[in-house]
């Protein structure tokens, strides 16, 4: 609370009187190891010097490519339809709200593999939905790059809608009351007065969405396939990989582990 | 699905020789008459070695056999890694020369059935088409047709090794929609009509039932795979683990095999 503006000034008083019980303190620490190690394994194992030429294989960087852009892609479609989602659960009432919310938590829960055969089962060639698909507009998605997309969207989307209706929760509603009695619409307090309130949420959402998107493996393998150039995303291609050269699959992961987390904080930086 | 994790070389290395150093001892013991038995196969061998696991339990009382089942890769990588077992069967010889040059077999085992393991079953390739063939697919050639979609095993897979060398043979170039992490995956897929038709082994049609049709093609058998199987150096049963092969070669095995579609050396 003191000195949120003074670092320098809080690092101080933390030496002097504020320092982090340990009751606090080991756990946090149990988990950076905990975190930590699995990483540390996979720099130890990693032939560095292999990287670059790897970098620079067709394969690779149409897998590298393939995988920021199709979860970009499932980004943006996810705050497109899961901000007003979040926004129906945290400001609405209606009957079966709470059987909606724990509808939206399903993908967290079931195995990826299994939200891609359930995902086949609706929109593949014989699906619920993908059979009209395919006889009204002779369109199939399984084994194309849209059904990547389809398969992080339905796997990342929960993250950004969970985080994003918390923000939701948290946010002051006394703006919103007040934009209300000065004659606002409910769109317009949206888009002037909650949209901008939550922004920081809503970024937060997003960016844990494009790392599950790009970190996808089992909805994509099982509905769209793996065929290089159109559904191989860099995950696909680790797993492929581990079958025949164990050291080529580490440094796709780094490659991938490195340019994720190079978006990731540079995003970071930019909202703070 | 397991995230790929690897872990260090030298720790792989360091376990494999503990591995070595534990037989090494539990050789001059009593062979131990009950235990549990662990055996990792190809997950085209599930059926048959499913139905084999009661048999060895049955024969030797007091005994457990757990069965994993996985791409043989996949095992292989695992066992190299240091995975506790004591029998692999893999679908391919490839696989198999993985793991004696990795973790390693059994010395005394390998010594009397070879090196490279012991070939319990052959296994060919056959085209699976969903139930009525809507594709009219008729032999492999028709797999070429652009507008017959087609899902292949992935290259790095054995069964994606015996898809190749059969196109290959056959000289016919096909660009599948997909290449899939192992056999099971492209019966899946043809099972629910997602693809026209997929190129699995004859087993995995007999496995399937009605659920997909199987198509023979000429030379199929030139594409033909060897299932090798042996004892690994990290088993603590090493007696229990050469009956299971002993189980595996003997009439009783190889009737078992025949019925689920594999062919026997």
Excluded at chain 1, 81 to 94: C, D, E, K, M, Q
Excluded at chain 1, 234 to 240: G, I, R
């Amino acid at each position: 609370m003191t000195g949120e503006s003074a670092p320098p000034a809080r690092r101080g008083l933390r030496a002097r009187r504020g320092r982090p019980p340990w009751i606090l303190l080991l756990p946090a620490l149990v988990g950076i190891a905990f975190l930590a190690l699995p990483l540390a394994g996979l720099l130890l194992r990693a032939p560095w010097t292999t990287m670059g030429a790897r970098l620079t294989e067709p394969e690779v960087l149409s897998a590298l490519w393939l995988s920021l852009s199709t979860a970009t892609a499932a980004t943006a479609l996810s705050l497109l339809l899961g901000v007003p989602l979040a926004w129906l659960l945290a400001r609405t009432g209606f009957p079966g709200r709470r059987l909606l919310r724990a509808l939206v938590t399903v993908p967290l829960v079931i195995p990826p593999v299994v939200g891609g055969v359930a995902l086949l089962l609706s929109l593949g060639r014989n699906g619920l939905i993908g059979r009209h698909l395919d006889a009204w507009f002779g369109l199939t998605l399984p084994f194309t790059t849209a059904a990547v997309v389809i398969a992080q969207v339905f796997v990342a989307m929960p993250f950004l809608v969970v985080s994003v209706e918390g923000a939701l929760r948290g946010a002051d509603r006394r703006y919103e009351e007040a934009a209300a009695t000065l004659g606002a619409d409910r769109t317009t307090v949206f888009a002037r007065i909650t949209l901008p309130a939550v922004l920081p949420g809503i970024g937060a959402g997003a960016a844990l969405c494009w790392a599950r998107a790009l970190g996808e493996f089992g909805a994509t393998i099982t509905f769209a396939g793996n065929f290089p150039g159109t559904t191989q995303t860099m995950p696909l291609a680790v797993y492929m990989a581990l079958q025949r050269d164990p050291e080529a699959a580490v440094v796709l992961s780094l490659i991938l582990l490195l340019v994720s987390l190079a978006v990731l904080v540079g995003l970071r930086g930019r909202w703070a | 699905m397991p995230e790929p994790r690897p872990r260090p070389p030298r720790r792989t290395a360091l376990l494999a020789a503990a591995l070595l150093a534990l037989t090494a001892c539990s050789a001059g013991q009593d062979p131990r008459a009950e235990g549990t038995l662990t055996v990792l196969a190809a997950a085209s061998l599930t059926d048959v070695f499913t139905a084999l696991a009661g048999e060895f339990e049955t024969r030797n009382p007091g005994t457990e056999v757990e069965l994993a089942f996985a791409g043989s890769s996949a095992l292989a990588a695992q066992i190299n890694s240091g995975a506790p077992a004591d029998v692999f069967a893999s679908a391919d010889t490839d696989t198999m020369a993985l793991v004696a040059d990795g973790a390693g077999l059994e010395p005394a085992w390998a010594a009397e059935h070879g090196a490279a393991g012991a070939v319990f079953a052959t296994n060919t390739l056959r085209i699976a088409v969903p139930p009525g063939n809507p594709a009219e697919v008729a032999d492999l050639a028709s797999l070429a047709d652009a507008s017959v979609a087609t899902a292949l095993c992935a290259p790095e897979v054995p069964c994606g090794a015996a898809t190749a060398a059969a196109t290959d043979a056959a000289g016919v170039e096909i660009t599948p929609v997909t290449l899939e992490e192992d056999v099971r995956a492209v019966l899946t897929k043809v099972a629910l009509g997602e693809v026209d038709a997929g190129l699995v082994y004859a087993t995995d049609i007999a496995a399937a039932g009605g659920a997909v049709e199987g198509i023979g093609f000429p030379g199929s058998a030139a594409a033909g795979n060897d299932y090798p199987v042996a004892v690994l150096a990290g088993t603590d049963t090493p007696d229990l683990a050469a009956d299971w092969v002993d189980l595996l070669l003997s009439e009783t095995g190889s009737g078992v095999l025949t019925d689920a579609g594999f062919g026997t050396p």
